[in-house]
């Protein structure tokens, strides 16, 4: 039996399993996080994420989703790493470097009056929008707005990568979307090499905006940073809204910015601690 220490954590209700690596990494993780993930018979979560080191940044964050796939970024999850090894005393920096599969971010932490993080905001990078290296196959450079038939009928998409790629759909009413159906459905549409993550957005006002997830690997989450940021990115690429916003999803609010002085987006948002644990491992 291997008996894993873990905290669980959520940023807006994006919920992942944490799991300190630093001095040791658990074996076959696709199928532990199958297993932890499982919300009646493991931890429950949308996934596992582990902290490790890093030969590059001050940490670095593998993430593999409620299937066993591996993740190349996680908005929410980034923002909980900070809270981790700020609060844990693995750091005593406020800014703090993170390696991830799309690259190293910066994490800026925000303490509340009792001394620990309470939120964070992350350098995103800059949003990718050709086509080719999002990625997703069209026949023009960017694909903005584009028509997409579905068994729903057609859709009219964006695509954006913010370190995995994202499909957004904007809608004039959220509640009358099938957001299982037609977001698994667009999530395995053959125009995406590695599937894709589904958003569906209401624009409120120039600087508001509703929106749901459909995650690949996960199915519906409350919560998506990096879908946040593509959100906007497509809202303000196709002038439906100013280049900061709030986003509100299921599970909270997140502030975006998509920044005209170095075209990087920056995410701030909360990072919870629920509750810490060990895993005993018998497979």
Known sequence: MESIRFTKMHGISNDYIYINCMDHEPERLAELSVEMSDRHTGVGGDGIILICPSDKADFKMRIFNADGSEAKMCGNGSRCVGKYVYDNGLT???????????????LNLHLGCDGKVDKVTV???????????????????QMIDAPVSTSAGTVHLTA????????????DDLRQVDVHGLGRE????????????????QVLSPDEIDMRVWERGSGETMACGTGACAVAVAAAATSRAARRVTIHLLGGDLDI???????????????????????DRVS
């Open 92 to 106: 005593d920096k406020k800014t703090v470097t993170l390696e991830t599969l799309s690259g190293i971010k910066i």
């Open 123 to 141: 350098d995103m990078g800059s949003p990718e929008l050709n086509a080719a290296e999002v990625p997703v196959t069209c026949e023009v450079l």
């Open 160 to 171: 954006v990568s913010m370190g995995n790629p994202h499909g957004i759909v904007f809608v």
């Open 186 to 201: 667009l999530e395995l549409h053959d125009m995406w090499p590695d599937r894709a993550n589904i958003e569906f957005a």
């Open 257 to 279: 910015e998509w920044s005209p002085c170095d075209g990087h987006v920056y995410m701030t948002g909360g990072a919870t601690t629920v509750f810490d644990g060990v895993y």
